[in-house]
């Protein structure tokens, strides 16, 4: 069974920082994966989906890495600011369902 | 791009009332719909996947009686909590999988139940 992992659990940065994500997976046959961000009491939104064929995907200020082989994958956020402060989820898709890590609570103070 | 339309967004019920939430894909066809739910400040959990026209596959512990689950059309999928409890107030999220594409999930807005 698919179990999805994302380190760290809660992060706090200064506005301006760069920081990365991550997330780990322990089963490589996926066909995707996807990050998506939540607010509090919110839906999700995607961010940035990943084919299993892909190495990563660049959107904006967002950029996704994927190394299937050893079960990672990392969100890049440059340069963050204070409305980038949500819950970021990493979801994998087995083709079957997705599973989702327990999410990195990002705050990005000003 | 896909949308999927959750509603309502929020309700409150009475304790041993049923509630039902809708989840409609607007401009595509979901063969395949899934439900999931959030506990405060945890990751969303599977409950259960449903195919268009055939009957729902339930997570390991939970209950297929209280959490009804309808998929009659490709764009429609309901989610029934039979018999409300406090213990079922919780965040519930559907996501729709498309037939074609690249195999991306379009999710709901969410409903917050809250059985009082």
């Known amino acids: 069974k698919q179990e999805v992992t994302q380190i760290p659990a809660a992060l706090s940065v200064p506005e301006g920082e760069n920081l990365v994500l991550n997330c780990s997976f322990t089963?490589?046959?996926?066909?995707?994966l996807q990050w998506f961000r939540q607010d509090p009491g919110k839906g999700l939104t995607s961010l940035l989906l990943?084919?299993?064929?892909?190495r990563e995907q660049t959107s904006g200020r967002l950029n996704a890495s994927l190394d299937k082989s050893s079960g990672r994958s990392t969100l890049y956020i440059a340069a963050s600011q204070p409305g980038d402060s949500a819950t970021y989820l990493c979801?994998?898709?087995?083709?079957?369902?997705?599973?989702f890590g327990a999410g990195t609570r990002l705050t990005v103070k000003p | 791009g896909a949308v999927v339309s959750q509603h309502p967004s929020r309700v409150i019920c009475k304790s041993g009332t049923s509630v039902k939430i809708e989840c409609r894909s607007l401009d595509f066809q979901a063969t395949t719909m899934f439900w999931y739910r959030q506990f405060p400040k945890k990751s969303l959990m599977l409950m259960a996947t449903s195919n268009e026209g055939s009957k729902a596959t339930y997570e390991q512990g939970v209950e297929k009686d209280k959490f009804l689950i309808n998929h009659a059309s490709l764009t429609l999928s309901t989610l029934t909590v039979t018999s409300a409890h406090p213990e079922d107030s919780s965040f519930y999220i559907c996501?729709?999988?498309?037939?074609?594409?690249?195999?991306?999930?379009?999710f709901g807005s969410g409903t917050r139940l809250t059985v009082v």
């Open positions: 996501s729709a999988r498309g037939d074609r594409g690249n195999y991306g999930y379009t």
């Open positions: 089963d490589s046959a996926i066909y995707n």
């Open positions: 990943i084919q299993s064929s892909q």
């Open positions: 979801a994998v898709n087995d083709n079957n369902d997705m599973r």
